[in-house]
T-cell receptor
Framework: DSGVTQTPKHLITATGQRVTLRCSPR?????VYWYQQSLDQGLQFLIQ???????AKGNILERFSAQQFPDLHSELNLSSLELGDSALYFC?????????????FGPGTRLTVT | TQLLEQSPQFLSIQEGENLTVYCNSS?????LQWYRQEPGEGPVLLVT?????EVKKLKRLTFQFGDARKDSSLHITAAQPGDTGLYLC??????????FGAGTRLTVKP
């Protein structure tokens, strides 16, 4: 158990819909990262927040957005969903803000878009 | 094309054998990490290397970071079935770019 929690574990929705994925970092960690893992693209870095502020941005689509709240939990919002958005979405956390800090991954949310 | 190329993509060996997997790039990374991921779970960090030429050992696993900080290798001695999993390398460039390789899927047969 990494100490990072993600909800829900599974999510099935239809194309065009909007969903919100939630992540709670390990106690004491200030950074939260979001990743997408699909069979054809592998693990893709989406975005990082550090202490409530956006710190780094990867291959995140404009239809996707994220935020980190004062209690440090984070939410990833996915809108206008397409079939290709079906994937595992992981959240990770680290104590520091640099990307080289050790990241601890949550169990993931499996999103299926039908 | 992946920024980080991992090879081999698949590896199936017998228990007790040694193996090496590689992570190569044309880019320089400020740090490189290796993770192991099991089906249905998140990746678990094995090691972080930051200095060119650095070698780190973790029990039967030996990690090396290339002198130019563009490549890395993971060597496993006397592999065990519990080593089975997807091995991912990940590199940080500057402080705003994190990339993962596609992974090496290792199967160790008893």
């Amino acid at each position: 158990d990494s100490g990072v929690t993600q909800t829900p574990k599974h999510l099935i929705t239809a194309t065009g819909q909007r969903v919100t994925l939630r992540c709670s970092p390990r106690s004491g960690d200030l950074s939260v990262y979001w990743y997408q893992q699909s069979l054809d693209q592998g693990l893709q870095f989406l975005i990082q927040y550090y202490n409530g502020e956006e710190r780094a941005k990867g291959n995140i689509l404009e239809r996707f957005s994220a935020q980190q709240f004062p209690d440090l939990h984070s939410e990833l919002n996915l809108s206008s969903l397409e079939l290709g958005d079906s994937a595992l979405y992981f959240c990770a956390s680290s104590v520091g803000g640099h990307l080289s800090y050790e990241q601890y991954f949550g169990p993931g949310t499996r999103l299926t878009v039908t | 094309t992946q920024l980080l190329e991992q090879s081999p993509q698949f590896l199936s060996i017998q228990e007790g054998e040694n193996l090496t997997v590689y992570c190569n790039s044309s880019s320089v990374f400020s740090s490189l990490q290796w993770y192991r991921q099991e089906p249905g779970e998140g990746p678990v960090l094995l090691v972080t290397v930051v200095t060119g030429g650095e070698v780190k050992k973790l029990k039967r696993l030996t990690f090396q970071f290339g002198d130019a900080r563009k490549d890395s290798s993971l060597h496993i001695t006397a592999a065990q079935p519990g080593d089975t999993g997807l091995y991912l390398c990940a590199g940080a460039r500057n402080n705003n770019d994190m990339r993962f390789g596609a992974g090496t899927r290792l199967t160790v047969k008893p």
